[in-house]
């Protein structure tokens, strides 16, 4: 059994990233604000936001931090949860409207709703949240981190690494909320046709399985910052490699399954509402006839 | 959120052209990512030391253990070489700085049997595991050990580059196994030369 001293060494930063205890715990702070004002999102969104925020947080703020740093199949595990997993529990829960209601009313009013009607900032969202343009930064980001030189400076920068995974959350958190929106497009807010997200959803996956097994396959020795900055214990290269590859390879691709399948189920139930509009206005369009 | 995404792409944009621009060094530039030299340690004679004492030549930072059976040995005798080229002078303003992180074989006087066949500008140092974890986490790098076997030996794993700091005690470069000779021989007389 593990110590008391040795559990709260477990669980305390590797490295502290004040950022990143201010967003997380402002996040936190915001949705139980919220949930006191009176939203009502039912139960599972509520476990979804806060096991998708607990997970973002362990994987940077814990002790999983400094293996994520030396192992690379832990850091791919790291992207995996940050740029899928914790993602899709954020979109899924569906949290804007609750952060909305924990938002002190004049800072909602005055500040945060003028900022995000002001047109540049409609701009920039539309742009990254066009389809082509979202799944192409969605795959371009794992792409442009796994450069091995660009992957070394970032395992060797400390504020290169704070880069990569606060551009990996923050993308992944866009990308899925995009694919996962419950909402059909419709006049007042921006969402894309469930068609579309399902095209998009497996024009990534397909990239990912490319890269994820180039790298299982791979003969050599690719991330050779694994050697310079020293492994936890003495796991081979290759394993390592190997696993990593896997991690790149197989739940990501997964993932967009997944994707495909709760889109499905939106774009169904939006049919049958869709439907049974239609059934409760036909009767009186006949009678008017 | 979306403020700090056009950020990120901006600043992801800014390193790529200042990683496309500095590249006149051959081997990995440092300058800037990394803390100046500090560290509390023990030497050979097994007397406390600090950075402050190895101020004032060019020093080159390795971490490894004695018992290592092939990346330490062949790093050191590949240094020892590339010291060997050059000039008598600049030879007396680089030392190279080997930190054992395996402490509980590596003693004082082990860690002096060991350098001492590497050459004399060759110094040993380790220290608590403590001190050990601070200087590495300040350098980003890591250690750990294997299972020990029937006969109690076992692996250590640990950075494979070695690290150079000017005069001064500011980072500077990162060599790696893979650099040219002629590529760490033309950084380091550069280093040597720029005081």
Same mark, same amino acid.
């Given at each position: 059994?593990?110590?008391?001293?040795?559990?709260?060494?477990?669980?305390?930063?590797?490295?502290?990233?004040?950022?990143?205890?201010?967003?997380?715990?402002?996040?936190?702070?915001?949705? #139980?604000?919220?949930?006191?004002?009176?939203?009502?999102?039912?139960?599972?969104?509520?476990?979804?936001?806060?096991?998708?925020?607990?997970?973002?947080?362990?994987?940077?703020?814990?002790?999983?931090?400094?293996?994520?740093?030396?192992?690379?199949?832990?850091?791919?595990?790291?992207?995996?949860? #940050?740029?899928?997993?914790?993602?899709?529990?954020?979109? #899924?829960?569906?949290?804007?409207?609750?952060?909305?209601?924990?938002?002190?009313?004049?800072?909602?009013?005055?500040?945060?709703?003028?900022?995000?009607?002001?047109?540049?900032?409609?701009?920039?969202?539309?742009?990254?949240?066009?389809?082509?343009?979202?799944?192409?930064?969605?795959?371009?980001?794992?792409?442009?981190?796994?450069?091995?030189?660009?992957?070394?400076?970032?395992?060797?920068?400390?504020?290169?690494?704070?880069?990569?995974?606060?551009?990996? &959350?923050?993308?992944?958190?866009?990308?899925?909320?995009?694919?996962?929106?419950?909402?059909?497009?419709?006049?007042?807010?921006?969402?894309?046709?469930?068609?579309?997200?399902?095209?998009?959803?497996?024009?990534?996956?397909?990239?990912?399985?490319?890269?994820?097994?180039?790298?299982?396959?791979?003969?050599?020795?690719?991330?050779?910052?694994?050697?310079?900055?020293?492994?936890?214990?003495?796991?081979?290269?290759?394993?390592?490699?190997?696993?990593?590859?896997?991690?790149?390879?197989?739940?990501?691709?997964?993932?967009?399954?997944?994707?495909?399948?709760?889109?499905? &189920?939106?774009?169904?139930?939006?049919?049958?509402?869709?439907?049974?509009?239609?059934?409760?206005?036909?009767?009186?369009?006949? &009678?008017?006839? | 959120?979306?403020?700090?995404?056009?950020?990120?792409?901006?600043?992801?944009?800014?390193?790529? /052209?200042?990683?496309?621009? *500095?590249?006149?060094?051959?081997?990995?530039?440092?300058?800037?990512?990394?803390?100046? /030299?500090?560290?509390?340690?023990?030497?050979?004679?097994?007397?406390?030391?600090?950075?402050?004492?190895?101020?004032?030549?060019?020093? /080159?930072?390795?971490?490894?253990?004695?018992?290592?059976?092939?990346?330490?040995?062949?790093?050191?005798?590949?240094?020892?070489?590339?010291?060997?080229?050059?000039?008598?002078?600049?030879?007396?303003?680089?030392?190279?700085?080997?930190?054992?992180?395996?402490?509980?074989?590596?003693?004082?006087?082990? /860690?002096?049997?060991?350098?001492?066949?590497?050459?004399?500008?060759?110094?040993?140092?380790?220290?608590?595991?403590?001190?050990?974890?601070?200087?590495?986490?300040?350098?980003?790098?890591?250690?750990?050990?294997?299972?020990?076997?029937?006969?109690?030996?076992?692996?250590?794993?640990? *950075?494979?580059?070695?690290?150079?700091?000017?005069?001064?005690?500011?980072?500077?470069?990162?060599?790696?196994?893979?650099?040219?000779?002629?590529?760490?021989?033309?950084?380091?007389?550069?280093?040597?030369?720029?005081?």
């Amino acid at each position: 059994m593990a110590s008391f001293p040795e559990i709260l060494g477990a669980l305390a930063p590797y490295e502290w990233q004040p950022l990143v205890t201010l967003v997380v715990g402002g996040a936190l702070v915001l949705f #139980l604000r919220g949930l006191a004002a009176g939203t009502r999102p039912g139960g599972w969104r509520v476990a979804a936001f806060l096991l998708g925020l607990a997970l973002m947080y362990a994987v940077t703020q814990t002790r999983y931090d400094y293996y994520a740093q030396y192992v690379f199949f832990i850091h791919r595990l790291q992207h995996l949860v #940050l740029h899928h997993v914790a993602a899709v529990l954020i979109a #899924l829960a569906n949290p804007l409207p609750v952060l909305a209601a924990g938002m002190p009313a004049g800072l909602r009013e005055r500040v945060i709703r003028p900022l995000w009607r002001a047109r540049p900032v409609q701009w920039v969202y539309r742009t990254l949240q066009f389809p082509p343009v979202a799944a192409l930064l969605f795959v371009g980001l794992i792409y442009f981190w796994l450069i091995p030189s660009i992957h070394f400076d970032a395992m060797l920068s400390r504020d290169l690494y704070a880069l990569m995974n606060w551009s990996m &959350a923050i993308d992944g958190i866009l990308f899925w909320w995009l694919a996962l929106d419950p909402r059909a497009p419709g006049p007042g807010h921006y969402s894309v046709g469930f068609g579309k997200r399902c095209l998009m959803l497996a024009a990534v996956a397909f990239p990912q399985i490319v890269l994820g097994a180039y790298i299982v396959f791979a003969d050599s020795d690719i991330y050779q910052i694994y050697d310079v900055c020293g492994r936890p214990w003495p796991i081979s290269a290759s394993t390592d490699q190997t696993i990593g590859g896997a991690l790149t390879w197989i739940p990501s691709a997964m993932m967009s399954v997944l994707g495909v399948v709760i889109v499905l &189920a939106f774009w169904h139930r939006h049919e049958r509402g869709a439907e049974g509009r239609r059934a409760r206005t036909a009767p009186a369009s006949a &009678a008017s006839t | 959120m979306r403020e700090m995404r056009t950020a990120a792409v901006t600043a992801m944009l800014a390193l790529l /052209l200042v990683a496309c621009t *500095s590249g006149d060094w051959r081997t990995k530039d440092i300058s800037g990512m990394m803390p100046e /030299l500090a560290f509390n340690l023990t030497n050979e004679n097994g007397q406390s030391v600090t950075a402050e004492d190895y101020r004032g030549k060019v020093t /080159l930072l390795f971490f490894g253990y004695t018992f290592c059976p092939d990346v330490c040995p062949v790093t050191l005798a590949r240094l020892s070489r590339i010291l060997g080229k050059l000039d008598e002078d600049a030879r007396r303003d680089v030392q190279v700085l080997f930190v054992s992180v395996d402490p509980r074989r590596d003693t004082p006087e082990r /860690l002096r049997a060991y350098t001492s066949a590497f050459g004399k500008d060759f110094i040993g140092l380790t220290g608590t595991q403590d001190q050990l974890k601070a200087l590495n986490k300040r350098y980003r790098v890591t250690y750990g050990y294997g299972e020990p076997d029937e006969n109690g030996n076992y692996v250590v794993s640990h *950075s494979g580059a070695v690290f150079v700091f000017n005069r001064a005690g500011e980072a500077r470069l990162l060599v790696r196994d893979s650099d040219p000779v002629e590529a760490v021989l033309a950084d380091l007389r550069r280093i040597i030369e720029s005081g």
